[in-house]
């Protein structure tokens, strides 16, 4: 994380929401074997973050027990150093993401089946709410056969740690120089994070 407390972000129920929302996590972990990286979808569950991996995946034999990194990442983008209205400034980059740190445990296959589920359900509520897929389409014997291929972790969190770092440190004349900039090539994302920050401190 990014280590000026201006772009600190500490509301740690917001930072879980953060990765709710964005569902899509890079999972790191360590052992005498090597370092070892996943790119999952997760669900938030009471506080705690589970995902799924193949089971022939090379980290899946790696997570239980282990301590797991999560990084989350959200909106990003470019600052060229023309977008300031005053002088002797340099080219950076904005983003917000969010770490959890922890320790993994395997699901068991019922709470497997209730991660999928879960992740399920959200991703149809939002993308395919008039016709939701769910797992009664599938043949009978189907969805559990299918399970057999992956296995699940759940990381309740020992540390979040967040950052948001959209100028929010920069003077009032260079922030709105920031926004006019961010607005000439279309990024109204980079916009939107920046007026959140300054409505919400």
Do not use: C
């Not at 068991?108 to 008039?130: H, I, K, N």
């Not at 299918?146 to 309740?156: H, N, R, S, W």
């Not at 967040?162 to 922030?175: E, I, M, V, W, Y």
């Amino acid at each position: 994380m990014h280590p000026n407390k201006a772009f600190q972000w500490v509301d740690t129920q917001a930072m879980l929401r953060f990765v709710a929302e964005h569902s899509f996590a890079h999972v790191f972990s360590a052992s005498d074997d090597g370092l070892f990286a996943a790119h999952v979808p997760v669900v938030v569950k009471d506080g705690r973050v589970w995902f799924h991996v193949a089971r022939r995946n090379r980290i899946a034999d790696q997570l239980e027990g282990a301590a797991v990194l999560i990084s989350v990442s959200g909106r990003e983008g470019y600052q060229s150093a023309n977008w300031y209205s005053t002088d002797d400034q340099v080219p950076t980059w904005h983003y917000e993401a969010v770490e959890v740190e922890g320790q993994a445990r395997r699901l068991t296959d019922g709470e497997l089946v209730e991660l999928l589920d879960l992740l399920s359900d959200e991703m149809e509520r939002r993308y395919s709410p008039e016709k939701p897929w769910t797992r009664a389409k599938m043949e009978p014997g189907k969805f559990d056969a299918m399970t057999k291929a992956i296995v699940g972790f759940e990381v309740d969190p020992m540390a979040i740690r967040g950052t948001r770092k959209f100028n929010q440190h920069k003077s009032a004349d260079d922030l709105a120089a920031t926004v006019s900039g961010q607005q000439e090539v279309g990024r109204e994302d980079i916009v939107a994070a920046i007026k959140e920050l300054a409505r919400n401190g």
